[in-house]
């Protein structure tokens, strides 16, 4: 067993868990940040204490005694430039989706991770929460049957929204179905997608924007199994990040429901009105534990890294996830059905 040293780069929201996590960690022994706001870096600095901190992440890459990276910028479209420079430094990688910005860009970063044998794995957190995880259990070991369809709604509330598509123009699809898409193409393996239906609507966001404010994606797999996902982030103002989730599975010798909109667990008080603890897609600390995926998605990294195992979400299916959504959002564009695989998956293609 050996300890290793990581670098976060751009401890955040989702980041500042990871650094959190690195810093608990048994095996992690050196913990370096990289972070452009100097206000956020002295919070996760003071929480954290990091061998060393900058707001250069090219100077993290470059420290020949870093042996993974996590990349938790943003905008999205920092992270391939990022990954493939850690790649090609030689050091493990956990990026947050999406796994880059065109399937070119995520063939050529996998590529550089095979050659250069090393662990990279997109952050795709919620196969890490336990009531998805029975999801995948249930299709596996056969307690409903052969799987016939399933459907994910997920909304968010018009803050997180905003702060998405403030700094990102990458659709509903790209940025919250992405997350269940993963779900459950990875419940449903081997089994692969074979066409792509999707449309979106918009009376909010588009007031003033091109943003939609939601989309829905209807995709068939070659077995004839039919998956709808719905994701959209105009829900009225609330606890903040606040994500509900429901998600029902249907199989030939059974069903299954799955109520993940984290209203369990409510408080009421005079200041605040309700609120909904626990209740972010990544999740959050709670006294002395963290309620939520992400830390144990970290844990699980590291350990993956420091022991040499395999990591849970490989790159090549997030590269498949990846075509799904970009494969919805053409369809959206045309108005018709996007056939999987598609021979045309080049940037300028997909434009």
Request: hydrophobic letters at 40%.
């Amino acid at each position: 067993m050996r300890q290793i040293n990581v670098a976060v780069i751009g401890p955040g929201w989702c980041g500042g868990i990871r650094a959190n996590a690195c810093a608990d960690h048994a095996l992690v022994n050196e913990l370096h940040l990289a972070e452009i706001r100097p206000d956020r870096l002295a919070e996760v600095t003071a929480e954290t204490n990091p061998t060393s901190t900058t707001d250069n992440w090219e100077e993290l890459i470059a420290n020949d005694s870093i042996d993974a990276v996590m990349i938790s910028t943003t905008p999205e479209t920092l992270h391939y430039p990022m990954v493939k420079a850690a790649l090609e430094a030689g050091k493990h990688v956990l990026v947050e989706k999406p796994i880059a910005s065109t399937i070119d860009e995520a063939d050529e970063c996998i590529a550089i991770a095979e050659r250069n044998n090393l662990k990279f794995t997109v952050g795709y957190s919620q196969r890490f929460r336990e009531k998805f995880a029975f999801v995948h259990k249930a299709l596996n070991d056969g307690t409903i049957g052969e799987p016939v369809t399933c459907l994910v709604s997920r909304n968010v509330t018009r803050e997180l929204g905003n702060k998405i598509t403030g700094r990102t123009k990458l659709s509903p699809a790209a940025m919250e179905a992405t997350h269940d898409l993963d779900f459950l193409l990875w419940c449903l393996q081997p089994r692969k997608p074979i066409r792509v239906y999707s449309q979106q609507a918009g009376k909010l966001f588009r007031q003033k924007s091109d943003t939609p404010d939601h989309q829905w994606i209807m995709v068939t797999m070659d077995d004839g199994t039919t998956i709808t996902v719905g994701a959209g982030w105009i829900l009225p103002f609330g606890y903040k990040n606040y994500s509900q989730c429901w998600i029902e599975v249907i199989g030939t010798e059974g069903a299954l429901t799955i109520d993940d909109t984290h209203k369990e667990v409510q408080i009421n008080t005079t200041k605040n009105g309700i609120q909904y603890p626990m209740s972010t897609m990544p999740g959050e600390p709670v006294d002395h534990i963290f309620a939520g995926p992400m830390k144990l998605e970290t844990d699980h990294f590291i350990e993956a890294v420091a022991l040499d195992r395999p990591v849970m979400v490989k790159p090549g299916e997030a590269r498949l996830v990846m075509d799904v959504y970009t494969a919805a959002d053409l369809s959206v564009e045309r108005g018709e059905p996007v056939l999987l695989p598609r021979n045309d998956t080049s940037a300028a293609a997909a434009q």
